[in-house]
């Protein structure tokens, strides 16, 4: 399949002929961008980004084997927030430090929100201008576009979940 042909696809049931691999839609009262990421005329993965908020600059991604050899050799350092299943599962990259990290993630529905989308994505983010999930699926998706209203409802559900935090710098990195 081509980036073309996975965007028409995934552009399809909406009635948008997307250009530029690209289309935006209204999802959940917000607007969200629908992205085929791809380099020399190979897919390398989708992307949907959910504008209206903003947040701090936090990626959280699966934890793995290097994340937890960079923590024991403490050359990496994450954020727990308390909680055995997240903890384990999901690794925290933020300049934030770990009780600013509790605030924005430490409610229980932001905690399973992230879990639920980890069971379809393999990257969450959010940033300045709202949130974002990628995944290297995005052929999968283009050909069940049934699965991407409820790839978008999951990532509304944690946009709603996640508590308004006042004093923390949003979208920074340092």
């Known amino acids: 399949m081509t980036p073309d042909e996975c965007i028409e696809l995934l552009g ?38 959910l504008y209206g ?17 960079g923590k024991q050799l403490r050359i990496a350092r994450e954020a727990q927030l308390g909680e055995a299943i997240f903890d384990a599962k ?21 905690r399973r929100a992230v879990l639920e989308l980890f069971r379809h994505v393999d990257k969450v983010e959010l940033q300045s201008t709202g949130a974002l999930v990628s995944t290297m699926n995005a052929e999968e998706i283009a050909n069940d576009p049934a699965r991407l209203p409820p790839l978008l409802q999951h990532l509304a559900t944690l946009v709603d979940s996640i508590p308004e935090v006042s004093g923390l710098a949003v979208g920074q990195r340092e």
Request: hydrophobic share 30%; net charge negative.
């Open 12 to 49: 399809c049931p909406y009635g948008i002929t997307p250009t530029d691999y690209s289309f935006v839609l209204e999802s959940a009262g917000r607007k969200a961008r629908i992205t085929v990421e791809s380099n020399s005329g190979t897919i390398h993965g989708l992307r949907v980004t």
């Open 53 to 69: 908020r903003s947040f701090p600059q936090i990626e959280l991604t699966r934890e793995g084997g290097f994340e937890r050899l």
């Open 90 to 110: 999901i690794y925290v990259d933020t300049t934030l430090t770990e009780p600013q990290v509790r605030q924005v993630l430490g409610a229980e529905p932001t």
